[in-house]
C-alpha cells in the first residue's frame, strides 16, 4: 500500500492560526526553527534568506519561541498554553504574513 503524501493549502495554514491557540505556538516554533543558530541566540535577524522571522517580528518571536521551548521541555505540564491570552492575541494577526513560509515547511519544501 502506498502513502498519499497531504499537500497543505496556504488557506488551510491561515485558518489554523486563526482558530486554534496551539497552532498558533507550533508556527512560532517552526519559524525559529529555519532561523539560524546565530540569529536564535541574538533574537535577531541578521541573514535575508527568506527563512524565519522578519527584522521586525525576530525578536518578539524569538522571545516566545524561547518560552514554548522552556514550557514543552518542563516535566511538569498544567493543561495550558505555554502562551499567556495576551501572548496569543499579540501573535496571531502578526503570523499570518508567514503563511507562505509556513506551508512550505509543513509541506517539506524547506
Avoid at 492560526?17 to 540569529?39: G, Y
Avoid at 524561547?66 to 495550558?80: A, E, L, T
Wanted: charged share 25%.
Amino acid at each position: 500500500m502506498t502513502k498519499v503524501n497531504r499537500r497543505w493549502m496556504k488557506h488551510e495554514i491561515h485558518s489554523f492560526i486563526q482558530n486554534d491557540d496551539r497552532a498558533v505556538c507550533r508556527a512560532i516554533l517552526a519559524l525559529f526553527n529555519q532561523q539560524t543558530v546565530h540569529e536564535q541566540n541574538t533574537e535577531s535577524t541578521c541573514y535575508h534568506n527568506k527563512r524565519g522571522f522578519t527584522g521586525a517580528d525576530a525578536g518578539f518571536f524569538s522571545s516566545l519561541a524561547k518560552q514554548i521551548s522552556r514550557y514543552n521541555s518542563s516535566p511538569i505540564k498544567k493543561y495550558k498554553l505555554p502562551l499567556s491570552p495576551k501572548q496569543i492575541e499579540i501573535a496571531r494577526p502578526r503570523l499570518y504574513k508567514y503563511a507562505t513560509q509556513l506551508t512550505k515547511i509543513a509541506n517539506n519544501e524547506l
